[in-house]
Nanobody, 111 residues
Framework: QVHLVESGGGLVQAGGSLRLSCAAS????????MGWYRQAPGKERDMVAR???????AYADSVKGRFTISRDNAKNTLNLQMNNLKPEDTAVYYC?????WGKGTLVTVSS
């Protein structure tokens, strides 16, 4: 069983930045592929960014150049730096590894 806890969400104006973190209860960071997903109201949950155990990254086209996924193996945390935020980035952001999901953190971007 792996527990994932996201933090760092909040309300920000368009053009602003936020940094999300995901703390894992087990030693998974750096050992397995992990990712950030988001779900906006009335929409499906979509991949935002993923990082493999080897460190390769992938991003949704809508966030390329603005978001950066990273990890801190020592702290067992997964991070998502979000810059130049847009209103369409408003969603609940979830951390994922295997079949485990956190409860999410809400990001609201005002125009």
């Amino acid at each position: 069983q792996v527990h994932l806890v996201e933090s760092g969400g909040g309300l920000v104006q368009a053009g602003g930045s936020l940094r999300l973190s995901c703390a894992a209860s087990a030693r998974v960071v750096g050992h397995y592929s992990m990712g950030w997903y988001r779900q906006a109201p009335g929409k499906e949950r979509d991949m935002v960014a993923r990082i493999t155990s080897e460190g390769s990254t992938a991003y949704a086209d809508s966030v390329k150049g603005r978001f950066t996924i990273s990890r801190d193996n020592a702290k067992n945390t997964l991070n998502l730096q979000m810059n130049n935020l847009k209103p369409e980035d408003t969603a609940v952001y979830y951390c994922n590894v295997h079949t485990y999901w956190g409860k999410g953190t809400l990001v609201t971007v005002s125009s």
